[in-house]
């Protein structure tokens, strides 16, 4: 039940962004893909004039403020309680338009870190641009401000990406969470075969 509400939670705060189909309709239609699918275009644009019609929710998890999108870094397994309060309040400067109480299990201590700091800590980097992503969402946030359970991350994966710009490297920061289906691939045993 608790992971019921807190996917309809997710879905509801995170929802900033909608896919459009190649000639920009909204898509609807179920995708059945197979070996002789024709290419389907989807763009996710964070960027659009609907995102900026949200209103943000605060959360707080254990009493810790975090950014509105931040609860996707939260293990949902290790949730004790959640409470939606409706009423409008500021933060930091910013309007937020209800909030979302999360207390975790008491055996179960979240450590939040900002991308940041996530990034000063485990990895020495150049000064190339840097764009997160976590599991399959890319991060369109302020990386000081957005912060991830450090005891939920399962991997970070640095790819360095060459641009065909004056050669620019992008650092691409992919971070794996502890989802059961990501650890589940994560011990996936890959045999590589050899050619004869």
């Known amino acids: 039940m608790k992971k019921n509400i807190f996917a309809l939670i997710l879905l509801f705060v995170t929802f900033n962004s909608f896919s459009q189909d190649n ?3 909204k898509s609807a239609a179920k995708l059945n893909y197979s ?11 964070s960027l659009n004039t609907f995102h900026s019609k949200n209103k943000p929710v605060g959360i707080f998890v254990n009493g810790i403020f975090l950014n509105e999108n931040s609860i996707s870094a939260i293990n949902p397994d290790k949730i004790e309680t959640m409470k939606v309060e409706k009423e409008s309040f500021e933060k930091n400067g910013k309007e937020y338009f209800g909030k979302i109480l999360i207390e975790m299990k008491s055996d179960y201590k ?3 870190i900002s991308l940041n700091e996530l990034t000063s800590k ?4 150049d000064t190339n641009p840097i764009i997160f992503q976590i599991d399959e969402n890319v991060v369109n946030q302020d ?5 991830v359970d450090e005891n939920f991350i399962l991997k970070i994966e640095l790819n360095k990406i060459k641009t065909s710009e004056k050669d620019t490297v992008i650092n691409l920061i992919k971070l794996t969470s502890k989802t059961p289906e990501n650890i589940k691939k994560a011990n996936e045993i890959r045999i590589k075969g050899t050619e004869k």
């Open 23 to 25: 000639i920009g309709k």
């Open 35 to 45: 070996e002789n699918s024709e290419i389907k275009v989807i763009c996710n644009d």
């Open 110 to 112: 979240p450590n939040f």
């Open 122 to 125: 485990y990895l020495t980097l």
């Open 143 to 147: 990386y000081n401000d957005y912060s």
